[in-house]
């Protein structure tokens, strides 16, 4: 199906189209934004592999609003796109504009975020990592590495974007493992909108508040890396002062587990296009897909990183 690229882009900022020829398939893909090292990765991932695979790609960032998804989504609908794929920024409020997209009769996937609907037939498939288990094999990690320490044991927790679900799932994972020990108690949780400027920020109010953090629990990479800088410049040791401990595994907080800084990182993969592309062409083929696909991940601690970092991707 053919589409004007123009149109299609609206107003939702940050469009551009790629890939594909006059029979290519045509996906729109709403993105949440830019604010971390993951979403740039996951972004590349999404453009490069549509080209690959012979899609023509119509993105639009959202810039971390919603209502700018929703915009975009309409967009999509009204210039009738063969599929629509986007990453929720938050998990509620997707209803009405999914069933728009039903009653026009165009297949929805959701990548990365789940939506909370209880009408799973308005989306196809749900491809992304399982977010309660980073949360959970990141508190696992922490009550074992602090098996000898008698307690208390205070930790802060710089929550992802308000409402989006790997923030209520990272936190919902931490919590029920930490739960396993009553010595650990999460003094201060404060959403750092998971960027590195606002994790700094928060964490700078966190330091001024409690002068005996034992613990930094950070949903991403990026607010950790933030938090760092605020810690340091406390006059304190990060990963030895405070223990840290963060989700994604992108380039940039990989280096600082190896460095020290970081104690452990539960991975979150950003390298959903390839499956995405395949699951596209899956859906507009009418074939039957999974409802959820779960991308596989590990953990690391500052010795694997080292070994990690010299091939990693992203
Ligand atoms: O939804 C995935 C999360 O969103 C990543 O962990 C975070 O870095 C990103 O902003």
Request: charged fraction near 25%.
């Amino acid at each position: 199906m053919m589409v004007a690229t123009a149109a299609a882009c609206g107003d939702s900022g940050g469009d551009g189209a790629a890939g594909g020829g006059d029979d290519a398939i045509v996906l729109g893909f709403s993105q949440v934004g830019a604010e971390s090292g993951w979403r740039t990765a996951n972004t590349k991932s999404v453009q490069d592999s549509a080209k690959e695979a012979g899609i023509t790609l119509q993105f639009a960032d959202a810039q971390q609003k919603q209502e700018n998804q929703i915009k975009a989504i309409r967009n999509f609908i009204a210039q009738q796109v063969d599929v629509i794929a986007f990453s929720p920024v938050v998990e509620s409020g997707w209803d009405t504009v999914l069933k728009e997209a039903k009653d026009a009769d165009i297949p929805v996937i959701l990548t990365d975020r789940a939506v909370d609907s209880a009408d799973e037939t308005l989306y196809e498939t749900f491809i992304g990592s399982d977010f309660v288990k980073e949360g959970r094999l990141s508190g696992e990690w922490l009550v074992q590495e602090f098996a000898d320490n008698p307690g208390p044991v205070k930790i802060v927790e710089l929550e992802g974007t308000t409402g989006s679900a790997p923030a209520n799932d990272r936190k919902q994972g931490f919590g029920e493992a930490i739960a396993a020990d009553p010595k650990f108690e999460i003094i201060a949780s404060q959403t750092g909108e998971f960027t590195r400027a606002k994790g700094k920020e928060v964490m700078e109010a966190f330091l001024q508040a409690h002068k005996d953090i034992d613990v930094l629990f950070a949903h991403n990479d990026d607010m950790g890396l933030g938090a760092i800088e605020a810690i340091e410049a406390a006059g304190l040791v990060p990963g030895q002062d405070i223990t840290i401990i963060t989700i994604d595994a992108v380039r940039d907080g990989m280096q600082a587990l190896a460095d020290g800084k970081i104690n452990f990182i539960a991975e979150c993969s950003p390298l959903l296009g390839p499956q995405l592309m395949e699951l596209v062409k899956q859906v507009h083929a009418g074939e039957t897909v999974p409802k959820r696909v779960v991308t596989e991940e590990t953990t690391f601690t500052q010795e694997q990183a080292k070994e990690a970092l010299p091939t990693r991707e992203y």
